[in-house]
């Protein structure tokens, strides 16, 4: 008892100052209070973000050895784990290198895979608990809606003429990121920490948004001020930190309609 205590307050003091760490990072891009630094401060979040990931995951693993939490929950943060290591490699080659698009847009694609498992895991486990007859059905069909919406924007890009591996490469990503946010609160109905992870899903389409106005207009496709160039980026880094903090949150969140605790 006293061990299990001792590492549920390494775990909150980690936590807390994690959250600490957030919280600075959005302080100093929020009010601009050096611009220069805007990218290594947002990777600073980046890297305390995989950390933290990695802390819980040791976290639950312990618990799981323990049986005080489930497999299902253990297999959420691995896959959330995975989705982070994708993250921090793609924002190395997007912010730091800032010369390897695809590289980055790619490895943020592996991510969006990594954290539809998660909600693939959670979906079926929630289906099996509930009795359901067929309960891959669900999953199934949103991999078969995400093979046809990418198809079909592949199809627009190749008709307009607007074809290449990025922008191949940044639609079937975004195509993921926002079926992930529909999964995510379908699956809401089963666990409340979904409801928090679509809303950080919401929080990082508006990022994306801000980050493909960048693009367009640095790209020329797209005409913007200096002044709306630099509020669309300024909303990226508003964003971006929050989304990233409440999709790790979500995996503490516990289940609704069963007595699990969160881990």
Not at 77 to 83: G, P, R
Not at 104 to 125: C, D, E, K, M, N
Not at 157 to 184: K, Q
Request: positive net charge; glycine residues 4%; proline residues 1%.
């Amino acid at each position: 008892m006293t061990g299990r205590k001792t590492q549920n307050i390494i775990f909150w003091s980690l936590l807390l100052s994690w959250l600490t760490v957030e919280a600075l990072a959005y302080v100093l891009i929020v009010t601009k209070a050096d611009q220069s630094m805007d990218f290594s401060v947002s990777y600073l979040s980046i890297v305390a973000d995989l950390v933290m990931t990695a802390v819980i995951l040791v976290f639950v693993s312990i618990r799981a050895a323990h049986r005080a939490t489930t497999g299902a929950r253990l297999r959420e943060c691995i896959f959330l784990f995975l989705a982070y290591v994708c993250t921090a490699i793609a924002d190395y080659f997007l912010t730091i290198t800032a010369d390897r698009y695809e590289i980055a847009v790619g490895v943020f694609l592996g991510a969006q895979i990594f954290h539809f498992l998660r909600i693939s895991a959670a979906r079926h486990a929630a289906s099996k608990d509930a009795g359901v007859k067929h309960p891959l059905a669900g999953i199934l069909l949103s991999v078969f809606a995400r093979v046809i919406l990418s198809g079909l924007v592949l199809i627009v890009l190749h008709v307009t003429g607007l074809w290449s591996l990025l922008n191949a490469l940044a639609a079937v990503y975004f195509v993921e990121l926002l079926m992930n946010t529909v999964d995510a609160a379908l699956t809401a109905a089963h666990a409340l920490r979904f409801a928090v992870l679509a809303a950080g899903f919401l929080l990082f389409i508006c990022c994306d948004v801000t980050v493909g106005l960048r693009a367009l207009t640095e790209a020329g496709t797209l005409s913007m001020t200096p002044d709306r160039f630099a509020l669309n980026t300024y909303l990226t880094w508003v964003f971006y930190l929050p989304s990233q903090v409440m999709i790790i949150l979500s995996v503490l969140v516990a289940r609704k309609k069963t007595a699990e605790k969160a881990a």
